[in-house]
């Protein structure tokens, strides 16, 4: 504010005639009407009823006028001052009033629009299988055990029981991680099944040990409709004791009627695995033609090629030689394992013929399995 005018100046006394009081009165009503919002609102107030307003530094010049003057100019400052406070709060309560009514329609939700026409995700059919698989074994008991899938050697052959010219370890099998110096067999691999986490199971934990393990394995193989060069397997260990076929078979049991629905016999073939002694490949009854495609004038089954039965797994008693290698006494330990392929067991369960379509990333075909959260 100004500092008071008590020496008589004409020019600067000049504001304080009604013309000019007046006229101030005039701009600011007009400013005030004039905006269009609560932001202009603010500069109008600023400009016009401020501490640097025309009106206020008129005010401070009253001192000036001769004392007979000064009551007489003071009522037409303040009436003018009065005023303009007064138009200032009407056209603040009808700028707010509008902002207030803007936001109810700028802000508003229609809740008639759609609102599930964006796509949710969801997660993948081999992730889910994968875990549905694993829940059935975890709610056995078992306990889920993890490895890397860059392995040492030893874990994956090695302490597995592989001789050291087995063929799996061939190049064109395995796939080596080049050494630090270029060297191609460094000792380190891209895991070629899950069952390297039997061993790293087995001397880490206490016995007795019941493990499921899935995860992601990597081999040489071409990619066909059948094969991927990385694939999912998942495997289960039980190391206790006095465990014997039977409880293989069981087990077994479980996990298909966890996977396909009950009543599905299941039949073990003699096969070889360096790690399991006796070893077996497992096949189930086929969960479409159940048989028929097999019986004279039955239809030909497209999932089992009309052989009434599916390979789904290897298996077998826990070679002693491997128990050895991991410091568990086997004559007092047995143990079972089996190991299988998640992506093959999406193929078989929900007839898919291309494992490609597993990996491709196209949604119609994960779609088709629902939205599995
Ligand atoms: C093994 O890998 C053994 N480790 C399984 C095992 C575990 C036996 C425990 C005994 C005890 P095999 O090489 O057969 O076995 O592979 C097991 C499964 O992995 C196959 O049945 C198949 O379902 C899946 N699989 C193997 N290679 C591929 C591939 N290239 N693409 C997709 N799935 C594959």
């Not at 307003?53 to 003057?69: C, K």
């Not at 826990?318 to 067991?345: E, H, K, Q, T, W």
Request: include cysteine; hydrophobic fraction near 40%.
């Amino acid at each position: 504010m100004s500092a008071p005018n008590n020496a008589y100046d004409p020019v600067e006394v000049a504001v304080l005639a009604p013309d000019e009081v007046q006229q101030m009165l005039d701009d600011a009503l007009r400013a005030i009407a004039a905006a269009a919002d609560l932001d202009q609102l603010k500069a109008a107030r600023i400009a016009h009823a401020g501490d640097r307003s025309p009106l206020a530094l008129a005010n401070a010049e009253i001192g000036a006028l001769p004392p007979a003057a000064r009551a007489e100019a003071g009522r037409r400052v303040g009436a003018a001052r009065a005023a303009i406070r007064q138009t200032l709060a009407e056209r603040q309560a009808e700028l707010e009033a509008e902002r207030d009514q803007r936001v109810l329609i700028d802000e508003a939700v229609d809740v008639t629009l759609p609102w599930d026409r964006s796509l949710a995700g969801a997660r993948h059919p081999v992730t889910t299988l994968g875990e549905r698989l694993t829940d059935v074994f975890v709610s056995m008991g078992y306990e889920v055990a993890e490895g890397p899938e860059v392995e040492a050697e030893w874990y994956n052959f090695d302490a597995l029981n592989f001789p050291p010219d087995h063929p799996a370890r061939e190049m064109y099998d395995t796939i080596f991680v080049a050494g630090r110096h270029g060297e191609q067999h460094s000792g380190v691999l891209l895991r070629t099944h899950t069952s390297p986490v039997q061993i790293r199971a087995l001397l880490t934990r206490p016995l007795p040990v019941y493990v499921v393990s899935p995860g992601k394995c990597y081999r040489t193989d071409t990619l066909d409709a059948t094969h991927s060069p990385v694939f999912q397997q998942i495997e289960c260990l039980a190391v206790d004791e006095g465990l014997t076929m039977a409880d293989l078979r069981g087990a077994i049991s479980a996990f298909v009627e966890a996977m396909f629905g009950p009543g599905l016999q299941t039949r073990l073939r003699p096969d070889f695995f360096p790690f399991t002694e006796p070893s077996a490949d497992v096949s189930m009854e086929c969960h479409v033609c159940r048989g028929a495609s097999t019986r004279r004038g039955g239809e030909p089954c497209r999932v089992c090629r009309s052989q009434g039965w599916i390979e789904i797994a290897g298996c077998g008693m826990v070679n002693p030689r491997m128990l050895v290698a991991c410091g568990v006494d086997p004559d007092r330990y047995s143990g079972f394992a089996f190991g299988l392929g998640i992506d093959r067991s999406v193929l078989i369960r929900n007839g898919v013929t291309d494992i490609r379509d597993t990996f491709e990333g196209d949604v119609r075909f994960s779609r088709a399995f629902g939205m599995e959260a």
